[in-house]
DNA sequence: CGTTGTGTTAACCCCGTGTGAAACTCGCGC
DNA sequence: GCGCGAGTTTCACACGGGGTTAACACAACG
């Protein structure tokens, strides 16, 4: 499962990029009412909060931050964005969020202290990750889990099955498999690919093995089948 | 009485503006040694630390910060100076320092820092102690337990078992594991990691050794291989 | 000088990987 | 339907590289 951020009011640029980099997805609240953010909650909660100071007023920033710690729900820790100008403005208010960056955003620094505030919360798993209907890779640990049953991989099959997974309905050739995967100056035999497919399928078990398929005389494709709209 | 907050190396232009600016006067160890900064100490002990990173070996900050974090008495907050280029380097180092300003130093960030974290000091307390199923360790005595029993670990055991256990499920090759354990000048053969892991297995006892798993051609995990997910 | 901690070297071993060949399937023409 | 060939799946096995392990070298420290 990945971790929700809540972001208010938009999630724009940089911003959006830190939160990639820091591997949490956001939920975008542009009213900042409370109504409004109750309605985005996921059921295991808001991991953390970005709230763009710069982008609305500033006491409607405040107030907000202010009501997001009174909730009985946690929110994690509050991070501000705020303008140079604004940093006066912090004084005595320490209690309302938990770090803030100062304008321009930079995208190294939001994500590190994304990051740091994150993992100092005791959230474990900010982690990139591969996710796919019911396949998911979590990048940092190596584990891939297939409808929540971990799978257990050996490097290569890792590495084809993340392969195919971050290029999803894509078509791959055996030899761009062998290339792109393997390395560029692999050279080996086109039956090699078809080996570590078929050890993929049965790890992914019967139920989820058509997740690869074989499209004849070309190559294969990672994804459910499109089926072709009727009508 | 005013409030002193320990300087590495220095404590110069924006860095002393900014002090001032918070309201707390500074005790400048130039060195970063631990008797250095011990001669410096108020009876009263330190209120925070400022430790610019930019300014000496980055290796050399992260032990003063982990020796910091080590002594008996509190030095408070742990406030560290970076260039942008090291940002990267402070990821899973969350533990070792409680903010951080982004130089060029600005005077207003800096000192609303300085007093974000020293108002927040109280509340926000670092957990003095790692603890994962059976393993327990104490940052501050150095000691670790397995189901109770005592481990006698060595300095580096020591150290190369928190790192993995502090990032647990995370997977880590042999030269993160060099860089970030051993440091960053560190040039050393791969295999030292490996029979560290080794010994430490074997202090682990059998029957807790699989907590330090292998992930072939990748590097070396700890924790059970549980399944995530579940929140 | 023993002791203890740390890093290196090299032998050993095992598992992941690639390969060839057999079995099988699909598409096509008759 | 039948036969055929190209393409794919499946299997068993050999090899090599990566991991484990023990023994040694060396520095630090008393």
């Given amino acids: 499962m990945i971790d929700v951020v809540l972001c208010v009011p938009s999630c724009e640029g940089p911003i959006r990029k830190a939160l990639e980099v820091a591997g949490v997805s956001p939920a975008v609240a542009s009213s900042g009412r409370l109504a409004e953010v109750g309605a985005l909650e996921p059921a295991s909660g808001f991991a953390g909060a970005v709230i763009n100071a710069a982008g609305f007023p500033f006491n409607d920033a405040m107030n907000l931050c202010r009501q997001l710690r009174h909730r009985t729900t946690s929110v994690g820790p509050i991070i501000l964005l705020v303008d140079h100008y604004q940093l006066d403005d912090l004084t005595f208010r320490e209690d309302l969020f938990d770090d803030f960056v100062v304008g ?4 190294s620094e939001l994500a590190t202290r994304l990051r740091h505030r994150l993992r100092r919360a005791g959230n474990e798993s900010v982690a990139a990750r591969v996710v796919h209907g019911d396949l ?3 990048l940092e640990t190596y584990q891939a889990t297939i409808a929540g049953r971990v799978m257990d991989l050996t490097y290569m099959e890792y590495e084809l ?14 030899e761009t498999l062998l290339s792109r995967v393997w390395g560029y100056e692999y050279y080996g035999g086109a ?12 790890k992914l078990g019967e139920e989820h093995a058509h997740l690869i398929q074989t499209v004849r005389s070309v190559g294969y494709r990672f994804g459910v089948p499109e089926r072709e709209e009727e009508g």
Wanted: hydrophobic content about 45%; cysteine-free.
């Fill in 104 to 107: 321009p955003f930079d995208v």
């Fill in 161 to 174: 099955l993340r392969f195919l997974a971050t290029n999803p309905q894509r078509v791959f050739t055996r």
């Fill in 191 to 202: 039956r090699t690919v078809d080996v570590h497919v078929r050890r993929l399928r049965a």
């Fill in 136 to 138: 998911a890779m979590n």
